[in-house]
């Protein structure tokens, strides 16, 4: 019964991070075209490029850019928030549990994003995006250590991280789905 459990709970595991990587792909990569247009020559390119640390943080906090404070906000905590449940998963999820380790994943992974977005032509490639990301990337790791700290026993870690994920995962996925649908 036991095993039955543990089967279970890693199906419910894969398929919240399946559920993840989806809504992640949704907001970061394909936010301003779908992936059926990607290919499509008549769509609209996006391409620039911020190579200097902390210009766009800076920017959104003085007001210098000419976006409104819902967006500027958005920008800085959304890029934090969507790798904080990176940097748990990448240590739920590997047999290497260091953090170093986790972190480098964090910042290659944050790092293909930006050069797929200037290759594609699908965004802004900012050198901020990948800072921002790796604020979040270190908060999901350092969250999912805290969690070590208090609870040894990793199969209780997987229950509640998926118990957390299911609170906050299922109705944002809901939300951002919603939202998706209608811009």
Known sequence: MRRYNRK??????????IFYIILFL????FKY??????????????????ILPFQSIKNYLIGT???SHTVAFNNIFGNIVLFIPLGIYLLLFK???????SFV???????????VQYIFGIGATDIDDILL????GIVGILSYKLLTVFIKEHS???????????????????????LLMNR
């Open 133 to 136: 990301n790796c604020v979040g």
């Open 26 to 29: 949704s907001i970061v990569v």
């Open 65 to 67: 850019v000419d976006v």
């Open 95 to 101: 047999k290497n549990k260091k953090v170093f380790a």
């Open 8 to 17: 279970i709970q890693s199906v419910f595991l894969y398929a919240i991070l």
């Open 156 to 178: 209780k870690i997987r229950t509640v991280i998926m118990i957390c994920s299911s609170i906050i995962g299922i109705p944002l996925f809901v939300i951002t789905s919603l």
């Open 33 to 50: 075209v779908s992936p059926f247009e990607l290919f499509n020559e008549n769509r609209t390119v996006y391409r620039s490029i911020n």
């Open 105 to 115: 994943s964090v910042f290659v992974i944050s790092l293909s994003i930006e050069i």
